[in-house]
């Protein structure tokens, strides 16, 4: 725990101007992020009398190292350096909206040649319309498939897309009316990115007069006698009427609009939020986040609207945006929501009528949001204090272990030997923090060294990183100042306060092994004079805890929160070696010769192959017949015919069941064996890993 005044900027050092301030641990990790006016005034409020400030913000300085600070020329690129440094870094100490889930969104891919309807979720991609975000996916498919019989847009991937263009036959839904069937050629790709629009329209609030014009032309139908039609048209209205009753008219006059609502206590805040287009409420989100220090509802605003419309442009920013209180200042938050729309936004309170009715809506949901959050929390904190209090008192530790790193080692039968490190902070999962390991130093099956392997790779990067860095090795004083905001990943690629290096130390290491792997680890750390970090292993068999240099494990009892938080740490280690173990195996199975010719990109590989249509195929052609193919010449043809030749073609696959040879061909797409089933069971390609045999780790 640091002396705030040991880092305490010289009098007259911090500028009076508007600027953005990081304060950093004795690792050099940046823990908080902050914008001001005054440079010099915020600044000033950390080095008062420790008693006078809010427990969270005393705890920051104290943990805090070093403060150093950039000058910009106006408070909204103050702003625009704060979001991206947050961003960036991922400060322990800043406010940060946590969610429990991803929100779905209904996405129109607009950007391909024939648009697909999909559920989305994550980050926005360019050229794809989206609506919402909806609570559940369940009710994104609920209304898709209410609008599919009077909108039939593909909702297929890509895949079946293909193979049903390939066959000449569409899928269920072009059977039964819901797809239009753009694969088989039933529409042109302008008639189908014609629905695709008409879908969009709908579903951004244009409803009245498209469903005016299906009225009219039901009617028509029915003076015409033709019936049929007519019951269709009738349905289809009844169909879209459907699917706007699932969001009811909450503002008059189309209004589009963001409404935000705070819920508070002295520890933390739940942040609401409601997306209402056309006048209905089109989506719903909430956030909750710890109050670091003691901060006001509208600087709690100000960063939901930054997490909020930080990535947007456009028409995804809103008209206007209601909160229950204005950030001070206003004006720069006002003129950046403005850039990044592109026109102005009008960023109020309501005061009146219909939207500050549903405003107070937005508020007790977000009241209940906190509820049920301190209801869920005060369970897990405790939870998770009395685990780390736990394993602490049980490996002798002196203070809890308040990051905690697992490693794990994945193989099948020796080969694509791989490992993972998971980080656990607090207790909780920290996946940004996840690292995968491919072991290099030998060939072969060997877990323990494997572990010293791993272990040694590791903390090598966190030495180098820890000297690399210093004691502010660049020279450079703390807090000097550097004028204008720098460019865009300038600063952030040669800065190490980044959490996405090594440079940050674990205090307890775990290893997904008994003795011999703790023994390895222990080894690693002492081969590389590190003493302060503790080392433990976590056996399957009986789940027992081992510690270097102790001839008998640490038994926890069964119900210990200690021994659940071990098996978690340990079983998402484990899961996380295993998946990247399966990705590269099938990889290599998937191999194919094409991927031995040099100079031969993913682009004229796919055209051989939809030219010749396998690699089986292609071995047998001529250079002239290769030549025919856009884009392959004379040269490339004749080390394309070389390299094939020189590759021996996969053995046949064979059924384990029966021992029968099955017929072969190559797939079409990427020279993967390919196998018919016979009635006895599934075949197994030939060189694949068969499970029953082989155990996979």
Not at 259 to 272: K, N, P, T, Y
Not at 354 to 360: I, N, R, S, T
Not at 392 to 419: K, N, T, W
Not at 422 to 431: A, T, Y
Request: aromatic fraction near 6%; include cysteine.
């Amino acid at each position: 725990m640091a002396d705030p005044s040991s880092y305490r900027p010289r009098p007259g050092q911090i500028p009076d101007s508007p600027g953005v301030y990081r304060f950093r641990d004795e690792h050099r990790r940046v823990i908080y992020v902050g914008k001001a006016k005054s440079l010099r005034q915020r600044l000033a409020n950390y080095f008062q009398d420790l008693a006078g400030l809010h427990p969270r913000t005393r705890t920051m300085v104290t943990t805090a190292a070093s403060v150093e600070w950039t000058v910009v020329s106006t408070e909204v690129e103050a702003l625009q350096l704060e979001y991206s440094w947050i961003k960036e870094y991922d400060p322990r100490f800043n406010v940060k909206y946590r969610d429990d889930k991803s929100y779905p969104y209904l996405a129109v891919t607009m950007n391909e040649e024939y648009p697909r309807v999909q559920v989305m979720r994550g980050q926005k991609r360019k050229g794809v319309r989206y609506f919402g975000p909806y609570g559940h996916a369940w009710a994104i498919r609920d209304t898709v498939d209410l609008l599919l019989r009077v909108f039939p847009v593909r909702t297929c991937s890509a895949g079946v897309f293909k193979n049903a263009a390939r066959t000449g036959r569409p899928c269920l839904l072009g059977y039964i009316g819901k797809c239009s069937a753009p694969c088989v050629g039933r529409v042109s790709a302008e008639e189908h990115r014609e629905l695709a629009e008409e879908f969009s329209d709908f579903m951004a609030g244009r409803t009245g007069a498209y469903i005016r014009r299906l009225e009219q032309r039901m009617t028509e139908a029915a003076e015409e006698m033709e019936y049929e039609r007519a019951a269709r048209l009738r349905d289809d209205i009844e169909a879209l009427r459907k699917a706007m009753e699932k969001s009811a008219v909450v503002l008059a006059d189309a209004t589009d609009a963001d409404l935000i609502a705070v819920a508070e206590d002295e520890l933390e805040a739940a942040v609401q939020i409601f997306h209402v287009r056309g006048g209905r409420v089109r989506g719903q989100r909430g956030w909750v986040t710890d109050k670091v220090e003691e901060v006001t509802t509208g600087a709690l605003v100000e960063h939901a609207l930054q997490q909020l419309y930080g990535e947007e442009k456009g028409d995804s920013v809103p008209k206007e945006v209601l909160v229950p209180a204005l950030p001070d200042p206003v004006e720069p938050v006002q003129e950046w929501l403005a850039e990044r729309r592109g026109s102005g936004v009008s960023l109020r309170i309501p005061q009146r009528g219909d939207k500050k009715a549903l405003m107070e809506t937005v508020q007790r949901n977000a009241q209940h949001s906190l509820v049920l959050h301190k209801t869920k929390r005060a369970s897990d904190l405790t939870t998770r204090s009395r685990a780390l209090e736990e394993i602490a008192e049980a490996l002798d530790l002196d203070s809890a272990p308040l990051r905690i790193e697992c490693y794990d080692i994945s193989h099948l039968q020796g080969d694509d030997v791989v490992a993972s490190m998971v980080v656990f902070e607090d207790g909780l999962q920290r996946k940004s923090e996840y690292r995968r390991f491919q072991i290099k130093g030998f060939e072969g099956q060997d877990d323990v060294r494997s572990m010293h392997e791993v272990i040694t790779r590791r903390f090598k990067r966190y030495i180098a990183e820890k000297g690399k860095t210093g004691e502010w090795a660049d020279g450079r004083e703390s807090g000097q100042e550097v004028a204008g905001v720098p460019e865009p990943g300038e600063e952030m690629k040669d800065d190490d306060g980044r959490p996405k290096r090594f440079a940050y130390p674990p205090q307890l290491v775990v290893v997904d092994g008994g003795r011999p792997q703790v023994t390895a680890a222990q080894r690693a750390l002492d081969e590389l004079g590190i003493d302060d970090i503790a080392v433990c292993g976590l056996a399957k068999r009986l789940e027992e805890v081992w510690v270097p240099g102790d001839d008998d494990p640490v038994i926890l009892p069964r119900t210990s929160e200690g021994l659940y938080l071990l098996q978690r740490v340990r079983d998402e280690a484990h899961r996380f070696a295993i998946t990247y173990q399966r990705v590269k195996r099938g990889k290599r199975f998937r191999a194919s010769p094409l991927d031995d010719v040099p100079g031969l990109g993913e682009t004229r590989k796919q055209a051989l192959i939809k030219h010749f249509g396998s690699v089986k195929k292609l071995r047998s052609a001529t250079i002239d017949q290769i030549r025919e193919v856009p884009g392959i010449g004379l040269k490339t043809a004749e080390t394309i015919a070389v390299a094939l030749a020189q590759a021996a073609p996969a053995a046949p696959a064979v059924n384990t069941a029966t021992g029968e040879i099955m017929d072969y061909t190559e797939d079409t797409q990427n020279g993967e064996p390919e196998t018919t089933a016979g009635s006895s069971g599934q075949p197994v390609a030939a060189g694949a890993p068969d499970e029953r045999r082989g155990q996979e780790k």
